[in-house]
């Protein structure tokens, strides 16, 4: 009578550890799972940024070597200083270009030309660069660099939370003057919305673009 409670108890705690166990296993892969997506991220961006040939400083810095070695073009660098984003920017041409990079999908316009250029990136995993994008304000500057050294300031316009399956076309301006759409899965760690980010080419810049 006296030992069977002690075996249940004893069995209960067993079980409960087992399940600590397995739960922190879980985190720790996680953990390092994310860890190592980090690492790749970075380690790509940084190639993909010698090979782009531009900084936003003027300097010039293409190394053939390094393009070669990511097989992919950077097609600009996206810096928004309000959320302390700096990233390289290619074409979308598989889903897997988000693992080390954002991405400008095909079927929008070219980044500064008439019409809406759309850019998406992870939130979470994949070095995380549109992490913070909920943070974003209208009037914040989004600034693109440009292969050629030209640095385009756009003015964030919007910043809505919609369905997966919206007509990101709903957000062309009548004006037709260019702009960028930046898209991210919301809320964090979910995909069950999206988080759309308008920013406009500056008037003072328009013209020229």
């Known amino acids: 009578m006296v030992k069977a409670p002690r075996l249940w108890t004893i069995l209960r705690w067993v079980g409960a550890l087992g399940i ?14 994310t860890s190592n997506q980090t690492a790749r991220f970075t380690e790509e ?5 010698r090979a782009f040939g531009v900084f936003p400083d ?15 073009e950077s097609i600009a660098l996206l810096a928004i200083p309000s959320i302390n984003v700096d990233v390289v920017v290619v074409n979308y041409t598989a889903y897997s ?13 070219q980044i500064g030309a008439k019409g809406s250029a759309v850019i998406v990136g992870h939130r979470t995993g994949f070095g995380s660069p549109f992490r ?7 009037g914040d500057t989004v600034a693109l660099t440009m292969r050629n050294g030209d640095v385009l300031d756009f003015n964030v316009t919007r910043n809505d939370v919609v369905s997966p399956s919206i007509d990101l076309s709903t957000y062309d301006n009548k004006s037709g003057n ?3 759409i930046l898209v991210t899965c919301h809320p964090e760690y979910s995909t069950t919305q999206r988080l759309v980010i308008v920013a406009e080419l500056r008037a003072s810049e328009a013209g020229s673009a």
Not at 97 to 109: F, H, I, W, Y
């Open 178 to 180: 260019p702009q960028v």
């Open 58 to 72: 003027g300097s010039q810095s293409g190394d053939q070597g390094s393009a070669n070695a990511t097989s992919r």
């Open 45 to 49: 961006q940084q190639a993909l940024r």
């Open 97 to 109: 270009d988000l693992e080390t990079a954002v991405a400008r999908m095909q079927n929008s316009a």
């Open 132 to 138: 913070h994008l909920d943070e974003v304000k209208v």
């Open 20 to 33: 600590i166990a397995a739960g922190v296993t879980l985190v720790v892969r996680g953990e390092s799972t």
